[in-house]
């Protein structure tokens, strides 16, 4: 980037080893801080259990369903080869004598068993998992997906979701709990990510799983500590070893806590914290920055 050039706009990934940590209370805050300067959006990618909206109260102004194609099966033109059964990789498909049975819940939607029939047996039909919706709240645009109750991808779903973001406008992404699939796929394509963690061995146990998974993806990352001041120091000793940057610090009150359990974001519950959040985001614009 040249001398005095603006920096484009940035998509800031915010997660966590484990749920509780306070990730959405950081999400939300930061995109509500930065509102009060320009457009902004809330990607909510915790698609199995989205909260964020909560606090936001969105208006809902379109929503749109996800759908994954499934093979149907033309019992007339099968002849019960077997060739989709032992290409399917994920067991979607089995071939109990000259029968083929389905399981929709299984497939990926790859088309592999479709291509490798023989008989042209095989068509895929459109099967709907979940949707995803866009609105507007508290001067936050706001996006969030929703898989459907039973059902176990929910990949499919946060790829549609990002695919609604506008790469104009900066974009807080709200990622699932854990290192699992549905977070690798809300981090790729970040240009920073806050890792929130809290000070005890369970938080400093998925800090390092988190950690492991954003390096592999090799995406800059800072940490911050919420419900600062239980626990010990080894988060901060471990932070300071692998060189990670502790950007920000929520300290364990009670009054933040009975905000969060009213739906009341933190920067508007305490507007002190405004200020707070648009520093972070200061460190987050220099990080990113340096391995940009």
Known sequence: MTAGAEAPPLR????????????????????????????????????????????????IG?????????????AERCTGCGACGR???????????????????????CGLCARVCPARAIAE?????GWVERGKGK????LQGVLDVGEPMATPVIRRLKAWI?????????????????????????DFVLLVTEPTPFGLHDLKLAVGVVRELGIPAGVVINKDG????????????????????IPMDRRIAESYARGVPLVEAFPKWNGRFLELYQAILAGAARVG
């Open 12 to 59: 800031i990934a915010v997660a966590s080893g484990k749920g509780g940590t306070g990730k959405t209370t950081v999400a939300v805050s930061l995109a509500m801080a930065l509102a009060d300067r320009g457009p902004v959006q809330l990607v909510d990618c915790d698609v199995e259990e989205p909260n964020a909206h909560l606090f936001l109260s969105p208006r």
């Open 62 to 74: 379109e929503r749109e369903p996800v759908e994954l194609p499934v093979p149907a099966v033309d």
């Open 87 to 109: 290409a399917c990789r994920y067991g979607a498909l089995a071939v109990i004598g000259k029968k083929v049975l389905v399981h929709p819940e299984l497939c990926h939607g």
């Open 125 to 129: 039909v459109p099967r709907a998992i």
């Open 139 to 142: 001067g936050v645009s706001f």
């Open 166 to 190: 506008d790469r104009g406008v900066p974009a807080v992404l709200d990622a699932p709990p854990g290192t699992a699939c549905p977070v690798i796929e809300t981090l790729k394509g970040a």
């Open 230 to 249: 239980i626990g010990t120091d080894a988060v901060d000793r471990y932070c300071q070893k692998e060189g990670l940057p502790v950007l920000l610090r």
